[in-house]
């Protein structure tokens, strides 16, 4: 995936030979959450994905405010 170039006003992104808008994976992931609260269908995203993802953006603000690289195991113990 790329996004557009920096000075156009759009909101796509490109992926080989498709095309999204940016704000469906918002609206998509809404309506997974909200169909998962009333057990229609399973979240997208397990509690160790949303868990990883938090350890990786934490190691990342670490890692910038301290000036040397911080690993995710680090971040999790």
């Not at 509690?47 to 999790?76: D, P, Q």
Request: aromatic letters at 10%.
């Amino acid at each position: 995936m790329r996004p557009e170039p920096r000075g156009s006003i759009t909101r796509k992104w490109t992926h080989e030979q498709r095309q999204y808008e940016r704000d469906h994976f918002y609206i998509n992931q809404m309506r997974n959450f909200c169909a998962a609260i009333r057990r229609q269908e399973q979240p997208a995203v397990t509690g160790k994905n949303g868990k990883l993802a938090l350890a990786t953006a934490l190691a990342g603000y670490k890692s910038a405010a301290e000036k040397r690289f911080v690993s995710i195991k680090e971040v999790l113990s």
